[in-house]
């Protein structure tokens, strides 16, 4: 099971931080992998993180402003997102795969609920 937190209303060029809280054993051995999904369009890939944190994926509109770290003492995965930008505004979503990392959104077993992001002009 996966908990997102963190979402809420920031000006452009400000910064939050989202987390994800998995429940669970085996967090260590899963990849995970944000995405977000803006009113009126379909869901995307944001980042991504090995099981190891040896590699980590990013679309390139958050390159340099997005990053993605994990805690496997504590379960959670994080979102670092900083320089904000209004096209950034969407219900993100982190999700789980035991076998890969992936662009897709197939490529992931398990998902969270979502937590809302809101930059304003």
């Known amino acids: 099971q996966l908990q997102a937190s963190g979402g809420g209303l920031v000006q452009a060029g400000g910064s939050l931080r989202l987390s994800c809280a998995a429940s669970g054993r085996t967090f260590s051995s899963l990849n995970m992998g944000w995405f977000r999904q803006a009113p009126g369009k379909e869901r995307e890939f944001v980042a991504a993180?090995?099981?190891?944190?040896?590699?980590?994926w990013y679309v390139d509109s958050v390159k340099g402003r997005f990053t993605i770290f994990r805690d496997n003492a504590k379960n959670t995965v994080h979102l670092q997102m900083n320089s904000l930008k209004p096209e950034d505004t969407a219900v993100y979503y982190c999700?789980?795969?035991?076998?890969?990392?992936?662009?897709?959104?197939?490529?992931?077993?398990?998902w969270g609920q979502g937590t809302q992001v809101t930059v304003s002009s």
């Open positions: 999700a789980a795969s035991r076998t890969m990392m992936s662009r897709l959104m197939s490529g992931y077993e398990y």
């Open positions: 993180i090995s099981w190891s944190s040896g590699s980590t």
